[in-house]
């Protein structure tokens, strides 16, 4: 299977790591690490190094509970990082951003994927820009705003949901002259969903792979481990390979991290193991 974007194609033969880089004041796990742009393209090269297969920039926090950040703030941290980070790393950058200008912007600037948390959108405007330049898109499912997702989140059947939810997109964003060979579809963990909510999904990935595009998965570090495991934000690392290596084996393809070499390891040694079916009882 393969993802196409501005200028290149990504090959997912073998499992992808999107190295995120938040820059931010305050994001959940990171914020204000890489918030000036120096400290930000130095991190781009080192996730580059560390065997990300794209990066991924964002310059407003979407943790539960936060408000959004004005256009031109946003397009303040996030410009000079990409105009920078374009020239000397070779993996394409993926824009974390829910707002149409934005992502305009940011593909004018050379930027290769949109990465939508907002893609319940029903205002076509961002979907347009990602068509005309030929990016590429991540399509998350989003239950309400990041400012009052997690207020109670309902579903009848989650995973059913969520799945119809990303089939809908697919048809959608073909309507507005992105081809499906552009999407990758991501259950967005975390967002709008309770503890329940997230083990459902990540236990009935296989559904998603039915939809015959990219899953991505964003666990990294994320509350619901926390919860379950009792670790605080910096000590989740291994509750989220866990998840990593779960969701690799129901066929998850692309793995949004914040630890792009433990994640890369992970998934090199899983993937020498082979798939479980190889597996020699004999001995
Ligand atoms: N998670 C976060 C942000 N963007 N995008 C996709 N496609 N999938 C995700 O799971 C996802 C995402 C939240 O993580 P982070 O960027 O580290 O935190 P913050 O939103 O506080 O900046």
């Not at 938040?22 to 914020?31: A, E, I, L, Q, Y």
């Not at 039915?210 to 690392?237: N, Q, T, W």
């Not at 989220?240 to 890369?264: E, K, N, Q």
């Amino acid at each position: 299977m393969t993802w196409r974007f501005r200028n290149g194609v990504l090959s997912l033969d073998r499992s992808a790591v999107m190295g995120i880089i938040n820059v931010t004041p305050d994001s959940f796990s990171d914020g204000g690490t890489y918030l000036d742009a120096d400290r930000a393209v130095a991190r781009g090269e080192q996730l580059a190094a560390e065997g990300a297969a794209l990066l991924d920039l964002g310059a407003e926090s979407t943790r539960p509970g936060a408000t959004p950040v004005p256009v031109a703030e946003e397009l303040r941290r996030l410009l000079p990082v990409i105009e920078r980070l374009r020239d000397r790393v070779k993996i394409p950058l993926s824009i974390d951003t829910r707002n149409p200008e934005v992502a305009a912007a940011a593909l004018d600037a050379g930027a290769h994927i949109i990465n939508d948390i907002a893609a319940h959108r029903s205002d076509p405007a961002l979907w347009l820009s990602v068509a005309r330049h030929g990016a590429g898109y991540v399509a998350m499912h989003l239950r309400g705003t990041p400012a009052d997702m997690q207020a109670n989140p309902a579903y009848q059947d989650v995973v059913t949901e969520v799945g119809d939810f990303l089939a809908d997109r697919l048809r959608v964003l073909e309507q507005h002259g992105v081809a499906r060979e552009q999407v990758v579809l991501d259950p967005g963990i975390g967002f709008g969903k309770s503890v329940e909510h997230n083990l459902a999904l990540l236990r009935g990935l296989g559904l998603f792979i039915c939809l015959d595009r990219p899953i991505l998965l964003g666990v990294s570090r994320k509350s619901f481990m926390g919860m379950l495991v009792g670790a605080p934000v910096g000590e989740r690392l291994a509750a989220g390979l866990a998840c990593t290596l779960w969701s690799a084996r129901l066929g998850a393809r692309i793995f949004r991290t914040h630890d792009v070499a433990p994640t890369v390891q992970a998934l090199k040694m899983w993937e020498t193991l082979g798939p479980p079916s190889a597996v020699d009882r004999s001995r």
